[in-house]
């Protein structure tokens, strides 16, 4: 019996946590690595929120600015994401209050199937769609935004409470 080589074991993904650290020691790179991260997440959020895709790219890029500005008092006792998302989450809701311009278009936050749906499909995904985004529109902004947050971008109630800056019990009631 011979000796088998050691077999390499894929690494995990740095922690974003880790990225940060990196970034802080001058790793520019890293940065990116942690925008390739939440670049789509953000601007799906972000849209959901503002529905204007232009606006919301805006305010994703002004986010990934602040977050790097900022990236020296990221607090560790807390997740990334939770902090980047509530920097995403003060420049939206100031773009809101600048600009007090809501668009309709929804279709910009939901993923296309990866099938080729029927025609049927595609008028019934569509009224669907429609009657979601305007049950949500219909609900003040706080608990829309839990929504979105929850169901959307698959946050646990203690990262949603991170970002809105609110109790988990009350993210829970809020839901």
């Not at 690494?11 to 925008?35: I, K, R």
């Not at 100031?94 to 595609?122: C, F, G, K």
């Not at 609900?139 to 929504?147: A, F, I, N």
């Amino acid at each position: 019996m011979g000796l088998r080589p050691a077999s390499k074991q894929p690494s995990a993904p740095p922690t974003d946590e880790s990225l940060v650290t990196l970034v802080l020691g001058g790793d520019v790179d890293a940065y990116g690595e942690l925008m390739s991260r939440y670049e789509p997440r953000l601007m799906r959020y972000v849209v959901s929120l503002i529905h204007d895709h232009d606006a919301a790219a805006d305010v994703v890029q002004v986010t990934f600015i602040k977050t790097y500005q900022n990236l020296r008092g990221f607090d560790a006792t807390y997740k990334f994401s939770s902090w980047i998302y509530r920097i995403a989450h003060n420049e939206a809701m100031n773009t809101l209050r600048r600009e007090r311009h809501i668009s309709q278009d929804v279709d910009a936050n939901v993923a296309a199937p990866s099938y080729e749906p029927t025609i049927m499909q595609d008028i019934d995904q569509t009224i669907l769609k429609g009657d979601v985004a305007a049950c949500l529109d219909q609900l003040e902004p706080k608990y829309r935004e839990v929504l979105l947050l929850q169901y959307y971008e698959n946050m646990k109630y203690d990262e949603i409470a991170d970002v809105l800056h609110v109790p988990p019990s009350t993210v829970g009631v809020w839901v």
